[in-house]
């Protein structure tokens, strides 16, 4: 066994009374790099934002480089070894990479005056070191974002950081500049830095650490090495399900093969898009089906959508809607033929949040409420409360304001804007993300009610794989922007440790 550099022993944290980490270990010896993995919401990152010191923990003991580390209020000792990059790079766009990476501790001359010249030669000497030869003197905005992610390293090795906290890493990034970072991450690891790489990716997790520890809902779960497991195990302790598993849960279930139209005539197909982040995408999409699309963030699931929706228009390839195919799709066209888009971020693309309730569900079908050149109040209202009490929003009256209602209930209220417009097919970018239980299955309910009526259908992206494994009907599995896998339930138990082992 090496020298440990970290040791977290019985690590507890409640947030409002609910615990998120209960007794967790996680140790790293000096020159190892330690996977972190677990589902969205198992304590990773509370456990790394408790080793980086912005957040304190309850309990339990934490020692850095053999001294012992208050697990309270003691934020600057624990970041004088250790540095975290985040998934959302914290650099300064307008400013040189040399600039960012001596941010608040630039070198200065006797004068009082920043040494320029003195910045730019230690950025440089450890960009060199880095395997790097990228111009510290440009602004970090121009880099791509493999040399962002650089730049983040190196101010980290400029802080003298033993232990760098990696959350991520990979999720923007092409194959080779993956390649790149991972021979960067050797580097490091044989100068004796220690790295800890958060990640859903389990291949890339397998490929660059040596040993992978599990969380699962604030606990430990297992410490494998990484040259002994397979990526189907893994998958399967961060689950906790066995590797086969045919039940399923209450929140859906598929349509059965009776019921999906397998008609000549599809009423969606996407015929070998290129796009941004899409290569060569082709599908088709039935009546009374669920199509899941399970990918990792980065993997082009979003960009697909937009390009279905016509949010984005594509290099390369053809949408066909009830077999007749069209080029140029606009949003309003789309909404036309009968498509409406759910988007992944309901607050920005999804809702007007300074306007009500009524105001945002009506936006999309204005044409409907209107009376010759005015809009009829009365007919906004009477949509408004049919919408409101489909789809069970609780909210003070149609006149509330969408910015006070609860996320799922705003997401209720985006969803209803698809029953509005009476749309055939409806694409949904990660419906459930930031909702509660009991919303994840109120909607997951109104999507299986929308396809189980006529010959609608449903397209389902979502960062969370329980659901796409428990609702949908049959599922792609995409990965740099390319359809890798097809899974249908009707051949085989579709379950979240497979399809966490796919993507």
Avoid at 339 to 362: A, F
């Amino acid at each position: 066994m090496g020298t440990r550099v970290v040791n977290m022993v019985g690590i507890s944290k409640q947030f409002g009374g609910v615990g998120v980490l209960h007794s967790v270990n996680l140790c790293l010896e000096a020159g190892e790099v330690l996977g972190l993995v677990g589902k969205n919401g198992a304590g990773k990152s509370t456990l790394m934002k408790i080793l980086y010191g912005v957040e304190s923990a309850d309990s339990g003991t934490i020692e850095i480089n053999g001294r012992q580390v208050g697990v309270a209020g003691s934020a600057k000792a624990m970041r004088s070894d250790v540095a975290m990059i985040f998934q959302e790079f914290s650099l300064a766009p307008t400013l040189t990479v040399a600039e960012n990476v001596f941010l608040r501790r630039l070198p200065t001359r006797r004068t009082g005056l920043v040494d320029v010249r003195q910045c730019q030669e230690r950025t440089s000497e450890i960009v060199r070191s880095l395997g790097s030869d990228i111009d510290v003197n440009v602004p970090v905005a121009t880099l791509s974002v493999a040399e962002k992610q650089l730049a983040e390293i190196a101010k980290a090795l400029s802080q003298k950081a033993s232990i760098i906290i990696m959350d991520e890493p990979t999720a923007a990034l092409t194959s080779d500049q993956v390649e790149f970072l991972f021979s960067v991450i050797r580097t490091l690891k044989s100068r004796g830095v220690s790295v800890i790489y958060i990640s859903h990716d389990l291949k890339r997790v397998l490929e660059i650490c040596d040993r992978v520890s599990v969380l699962r809902n604030g606990r430990n779960v297992s410490v494998v090495d990484a040259r002994a497991v397979s990526v189907d195990d893994l998958a399967c302790d961060i689950t906790g399900e066995e590797p086969i598993r045919a039940t399923r849960r209450e929140i859906g279930h598929p349509t059965s093969a009776a019921q999906v139209s397998r008609a000549s005539d599809s009423i969606l197909e996407v015929d070998g898009i290129i796009a941004p982040r899409v290569h060569g995408v082709s599908f088709a999409l039935h009546p009374n089906e669920i199509l899941g699309i399970a990918g990792l963030s980065g993997s082009g699931r979003t960009e697909l959508l937009e390009v279905v929706f016509g949010v984005s228009q594509p290099r390369e390839g053809r949408i066909l809607v009830n077999g007749i195919p069209f080029r140029g799709l606009t949003p309003a066209k789309a909404i036309e033929l009968g498509l409406y888009l759910i988007p992944d971020e309901r607050q920005t693309k999804g809702l007007v949040l300074s306007h009500s309730v009524q105001d945002n569900m009506i936006l999309p079908v204005l044409q409907k409420v209107m009376t010759r050149f005015l809009i009829d109040r009365r007919k906004c209202t009477e949509l408004a409360r049919r919408l409101s009490q489909q789809l069970n929003v609780v909210a003070a009256s149609v006149r509330h304001r969408v910015a006070n209602l609860s996320g799922g209930n705003q997401q209720k209220v985006v969803l209803s804007k698809a029953f509005a417009t009476g749309s055939q097919i409806m694409l949904l970018d990660d419906p459930t993300v930031g909702v509660d239980v009991e919303s994840k299955r109120e909607i997951a309910q109104l999507v299986r009610q929308h396809v189980s009526s006529g010959k609608n259908a449903a397209i389902v992206v979502s960062s969370e794989l329980e659901l796409i494994a428990e609702l949908c009907d049959r599922v792609l599995v995409m990965r740099e922007g390319a359809i890798v896998d097809e899974m249908r339930a009707v051949d085989e138990p579709v379950t979240e440790a497979r399809l966490l082992a796919l993507v």
